[in-house]
């Protein structure tokens, strides 16, 4: 599986963007993709995913704000980002693990994802 993130970009405090994967391969409705970020001098972290049979889960600190879905036909998922902080500000991957290595409680460990996209910048401006 290859995927293409893209939909970064520059926004003020407050926006709203939409962030896509488009995945290639075959099955890609059986896989579990993750969204993950990383600011400068951080470490990467987990933001949202949606689980092969549509369940999705969140970070504390993107819930409420952030909602992911996927499009299984044509092998894309979002990550749509509403009221943007300067703390959002990263490089967001998405990332794709086979159905079966991923359930709710591991939804956010990088390690049961097989497959990462390039990253995509977001600047959140305040």
């Known amino acids: 599986v290859q995927l293409q993130a893209s939909g970064g970009g520059l926004v003020q405090a407050g926006g709203s963007l939409r962030l896509s994967c488009a995945a290639s391969?075959?099955?890609?409705?059986?896989?579990?993709m993750g969204w993950f970020r990383q600011a400068l001098g951080k470490e990467r972290e987990f933001v949202a995913a949606?689980?092969?049979?549509?369940?999705?889960y969140y970070a504390d600190s993107v819930k409420g704000r952030f909602t992911t879905s996927r499009d299984n036909a044509k092998n894309t998922v979002y990550l749509q980002m509403n009221s943007l902080k300067a703390e959002d500000t990263a490089v967001y991957y998405c990332?794709?693990?086979?159905?079966?290595?991923?359930?709710?409680?591991?939804?956010?460990?990088?390690?049961?994802?097989?497959?990462w996209g390039q990253g995509t910048q977001v600047t959140v401006s305040s």
């Open positions: 949606i689980r092969w049979n549509g369940g999705t």
């Open positions: 990332a794709a693990a086979p159905r079966g290595t991923v359930i709710a409680s591991t939804v956010s460990l990088q390690s049961r994802y097989d497959y």
């Open positions: 391969g075959r099955a890609f409705s059986i896989y579990a």
